[in-house]
């Protein structure tokens, strides 16, 4: 799938959007913030970008939030055919 946009994508949405996770309030049962924050996984159509620079992925989102995870493995390209 070919990036439509003149962002960088190192990697595609879907895969980036799993190696990241964003830390939000943690929510009671009674509808308040506990004070905690939990890890949520983030969707790929909020990827704006992504950059690998070694083990490292940065995802920065369509609100502006960069945020980092372990690089995923990438799928080896198909040999063009001869």
Known sequence: MENPSQHRMDAPAALAAKAVKRM???????????GKHVARAIEADEVLANRIDGETIIVVTVAG???????PKLPKEEEPAK
């Not at 939000?24 to 506990?34: C, F, L, M, R, Y």
């Not at 939030?65 to 690089?71: C, F, I, Q």
């Open 24 to 34: 939000v309030p943690e929510i009671g049962e009674d509808g308040k913030p506990t």
């Open 65 to 71: 939030e960069k945020l980092t995870g372990k690089a």
